[in-house]
């Protein structure tokens, strides 16, 4: 399965994430972050599609800003690419042990923590 909803982030991440999203056309951050993201797979089971997946392109909103392990599918031999592209070589495992060593939470977990009730109220630029 790929990009899933509820995967564990760093701080560092997270805020790459919402400089992104600063970066990107406020409605087009609305369309995307409003679809419903509760998929089909197999049969009558079901997963959530992560939060910056744009589900009428397949596209990642902040694709610039994605986390490690987004950026590790295709590049090691346990995450292929799920869309066959195989990229510039990179040497996956460069910091790999520090980074796991860092404190993780998902988006939202970081979001709270930052005091922010929802998403409206993160992206609020007023």
Wanted: charged content about 30%; some cysteine; proline content about 6%.
């Amino acid at each position: 399965m790929r990009c899933t909803d509820g995967i564990k982030i760093s701080r560092a991440e997270y805020d790459r994430i919402i400089e992104e999203l600063y970066h990107q056309p406020l409605s087009q951050v609305h369309r995307i972050l409003q679809q419903d993201k509760v998929r089909p797979w197999f049969e009558e089971n079901t997963y959530t599609a992560c939060l910056f997946l744009d589900l009428d392109t397949g596209l990642c909103l902040i694709y610039p800003a994605r986390p490690l392990i987004c950026r590790l599918f295709g590049r090691v031999t346990h995450l292929p690419c799920p869309e066959g592209k195989v990229p510039a070589d990179l040497d996956a495992y460069d910091g790999i042990h520090e980074y796991y060593r860092r404190r993780r939470a998902t988006f939202q977990e970081w979001m709270q923590a930052d005091g922010f009730r929802n998403l409206d109220s993160l992206l609020n630029r007023g």
